[in-house]
Nanobody
């Protein structure tokens, strides 16, 4: 069964850190560009970051809103994608989704809440 399973979300205070994980099951993870998106209440889903495939060097790209605070990386041996989030702000509160856009495979989403 092909799926992506996110973990690591939760409640964190402003200025805090969290690391999200996304385990890929049933497909050749290293071949694909992998992305993180998020959707805040009442807003459209927005792109957060993506990382190129292993063959393409694993290069990251970030939305301006998270650049310098978030870091996307991948472990192709473990078939796992990560999102390290530092200096979290209230406006980062959202459901975060990992995905392989070219395959239309998406995780179920995980809640991140930034609040004091």
């Amino acid at each position: 069964q092909v799926q992506l399973v996110e973990s690591g979300g939760g409640l964190v205070q402003p200025g805090g850190s969290l690391t999200l994980s996304c385990a890929a099951i049933g497909f050749t993870f290293k071949r694909y560009i992998m992305s993180w998106y998020r959707q805040a209440p009442g807003k459209e889903r927005e792109w957060v970051a993506h990382i190129s495939s292993a063959d393409a060097g694993g290069w990251p790209n970030y939305a301006d809103s998270v650049k310098g605070r978030f870091s996307i990386y991948r472990d192709n041996v473990k078939s796992t994608l990560y999102l390290q989030m530092n200096d979290l702000k209230r406006e980062d509160t959202a459901v975060y989704y990992c995905g392989a856009p070219s395959t239309a495979i998406w995780g179920q989403g995980i809640q991140v809440t930034v609040s004091s």
